[in-house]
């Protein structure tokens, strides 16, 4: 069916309808693997919990395409700089490197943990400057297997 545009209507919305936003992933997901390897995305979750199950440190993000990507690593302010996050951060890569990836990818900010990441491997390949305003969003890349 043909549809033109001047036929259709369109909103504007700040609360969209989780099956609109699925429409268009579907949408765009079917146009891409015409040219793209099928999408093979799957979660990747690690979390730290306290004794009464709450969350007290986690990671999450997801692998696809031979890609770690992390989205979120988080620890409560009273674990950090004990070794938590690098060992959430090895487990995570260590399950990619299971699920066939080869290099992980994730963005951090100025005032989270530049260097936390380059201790790990990281190398910074890219910036977005006053993202938020005033600051910077630096995005790094790891080989997880050796090339060759």
Known sequence: MTVRAEDLTVTLTDAPAAADIAALHRGL???NTRVSPPYDRRELCLFARRPDGTVAAGLTGWTQWSWLYVDYLWL???LRGGGLGGDLLA???AEAVAR???WAR???YDFQAPSFYER???SQWGVLEDFPPGHRQIWFRKDLVPTD
Do not use: M, N, Q
């Open 76 to 78: 409560d302010e009273s």
């Open 29 to 31: 997901e079917t146009f």
């Open 106 to 108: 994730l963005y951090t």
């Open 91 to 93: 487990r995570a890569e």
């Open 120 to 122: 790990k491997g990281y």
């Open 100 to 102: 066939g990836c080869r």
